[in-house]
């Protein structure tokens, strides 16, 4: 059965910088593009970031574009987000999800909370 | 960016009845549209995708239409598991975006 555990998430200084990962069980992680869905508090869903099962492309929200990286090691399946100079509008759930061969989101973790506040 | 618009913001239905969520394009998306089931607490579930593909395990009393700008989910007859909030999601243009949502409650 397919799973997507997250971690990493928690409280950091408006600044700051924050790692999350994924790591992805019961499928076939290096065969998948993998992507970040973030919720903040009583709101809907934004698209964070997308990345192809090689890791050789990537893509951005604008919201987050030059401030976050994700990549993935595809030994250890698993799935990061780099959240650098964070900002309270970063306050979300992170969600990882996995991608079929379009770019829709058809299998998702539990969802990791980060929190920017001083 | 192409921004969808989901209407009503709220339904409020009793079980049995029929729901009709809304889906509208700021420009055409083809048909590549997906909608997504989230109910509180939990992550959102793939219910639709390309507009009228039932996702895995999805019961037929779910139809998705539309092609365009305009896509309409619909559920012919609400069970209890049903009341969440849909959203919907192109994949057409970078960035990808989604809905602002809908939440089917109990009347």
Sequence with gaps: ?118 | EIVLTQSPATLSLSPGERATLSCRASQSVSSYLAWYQQKPGQAPRLFMYDASNRATGIPARFSGSGSGTDFTLTISSLEPEDFAVYYCQQRSNWPLTFGGGTKVEIK
């Design chain 1, 1 to 118: 059965e397919a799973q997507l555990l997250g971690s990493g998430g928690g409280l950091v200084q408006p600044g700051g910088s924050l790692r999350l990962s994924c790591a992805a069980s019961g499928f076939s992680f290096s065969s998948c593009a993998m992507g970040w869905v973030r919720q903040a508090p009583g709101k809907g869903l934004e698209w964070v970031s997308v990345i192809t099962d090689g890791g050789g492309t990537t893509h951005y929200a604008d919201s987050v574009k030059g401030r976050f990286t994700i990549s993935r090691d595809n030994s250890k399946n698993t799935l990061y987000l780099q959240m650098n100079s964070l900002r309270a509008e970063d306050t979300a759930v992170y969600y990882c999800a996995k991608v079929p061969g379009v770019y829709y989101f058809d299998f998702w973790g539990q969802g990791t909370l980060v929190t920017v506040s001083s």
